[in-house]
């Protein structure tokens, strides 16, 4: 893998699940690439495939009930190919998840202290000695209050916010080059969030780490992230850098994002914008534009015509017919 090229590199991924009565595309087509020691985050509702697709980067999708297509290639590692054991010595090792609840991801009958330990001794020959030596100094980096106590705890015995620490030291064990964060912060109270935002951009900018950062809080995403990449209906419909997608959308769905938030120029008792009607049943996708029925620039073309990627510039790329046209006439 020469140098320029990116750590990951998603070409075409399709993700369908096929366990229900009718198969559920639940990623139709994802291109996403990211360069060692950069921040992406990916955002949208709920149900637009944010989490399907991290979940791809680790293949954590059931396999009997899962068909995936496309290219995932991380750190040169072929993902989609590789056999049970190379998958298992890939996960934790080059690729490592914080998920959104560590309260369900950590095993509830083993100490978190036992969990990390047993994580470092599964992918590198060290001492039980040893492996506890770096769980403690793990447990220092992430702040974790009276480390050496809180090794012995157990999930239930933590906060929700030391949870979530411990989660990341987990994640961190084994020295991976790629973190995959899963809305790391919707449990925790504001100020924790920020807290634990911060940590995660300072032990990414330390250690030199790629990171794909999911979440629905665009506010979040601008504080941690280098690029953007906004996800609707499993399909990625606007991408830039931060800078870029706050300053200038250019898809009608990420200006409705930013409309619907919170910000210091709302006046005092008026009404948050919101975004009409519903997200796409993605077993019944419509033929056009997913978004065009809770579009309010929709055209009649939209709702026939499925829009491919206009370039805008470098780094700036949306999917949208009206894009397209405005693109064209300037």
């Given at each position: 893998?020469?140098?320029?090229?990116?750590?990951?590199?998603?070409?075409?991924?399709?993700?369908?699940?096929?366990?229900?009565?009718?198969?559920?595309?639940?990623?139709?087509?994802?291109?996403?690439?990211?360069?060692?020691?950069?921040?992406?985050?990916?955002?949208?509702?709920?149900?637009?495939?944010?989490?399907?697709?991290?979940?791809?980067?680790?293949?954590?999708?059931?396999?009997?009930?899962?068909?995936?297509?496309?290219?995932?290639?991380?750190?040169?590692?072929?993902?989609?190919?590789?056999?049970?054991?190379?998958?298992?010595?890939?996960?934790?090792?080059?690729?490592?998840?914080?998920?959104?609840?560590?309260?369900?991801?950590?095993?509830?009958?083993?100490?978190?202290?036992?969990?990390?330990?047993?994580?470092?001794?599964?992918?590198?020959?060290?001492?039980?000695?040893?492996?506890?030596?770096?769980?403690?100094?793990?447990?220092?980096?992430?702040?974790?209050?009276?480390?050496?106590r809180r090794l012995a705890a157990y999930p239930h015995e933590m906060s929700g916010g030391m949870r979530q620490r411990a989660m990341i030291a987990l994640a961190l064990a084994c020295r991976p080059q790629l973190l995959l964060a899963d809305e790391p912060t919707t449990a925790l109270d504001a100020t924790v969030q920020i807290q634990v935002l911060l940590l995660l951009r300072e032990l990414q900018r330390e250690l030199g780490l790629a990171v794909i950062f999911v979440t629905h809080d665009i506010g979040a995403a601008v504080e941690v992230a280098d690029r953007i990449a906004v996800m609707y209906a499993g399909r990625i419909v606007e991408e830039g850098t931060a800078r870029e997608l706050i300053r200038a959308p250019r898809h009608p769905y990420t200006m409705a994002l930013l409309h619907s938030r919170a910000h210091g120029a709302l006046a005092k008792g008026s009404r948050l914008q919101t975004i009409g009607g519903s997200p796409p049943d993605l077993s019944a996708l419509p033929a056009g534009c997913a978004f065009a029925e809770r579009c309010p620039m929709a055209l009649d073309v939209c709702r026939s015509t499925r829009p491919e990627v206009v370039h805008l510039s470098g780094s700036h790329r949306a999917r949208c017919l009206r894009t397209a046209d405005t693109v064209a006439t300037t």
């Open positions: 893998m020469s140098e320029a090229a990116p750590f990951v590199d998603i070409q075409n991924l399709q993700v369908c699940f096929t366990g229900g009565r009718k198969p559920v595309q639940a990623v139709g087509g994802v291109d996403l690439q990211v360069k060692r020691g950069e921040v992406v985050a990916l955002i949208g509702e709920s149900g637009s495939g944010k989490s399907v697709t991290l979940r791809s980067l680790l293949r954590l999708h059931p396999p009997r009930r899962t068909v995936m297509g496309g290219s995932v290639r991380v750190g040169g590692h072929d993902v989609l190919a590789m056999a049970p054991g190379a998958l298992a010595d890939y996960r934790g090792k080059v690729a490592s998840m914080i998920f959104q609840e560590p309260l369900l991801a950590l095993d509830p009958v083993y100490s978190v202290g036992a969990q990390i330990v047993e994580s470092i001794r599964r992918h590198e020959p060290v001492s039980q000695a040893e492996a506890h030596k770096r769980a403690l100094e793990l447990f220092e980096r992430v702040r974790i209050p009276s480390p050496e």
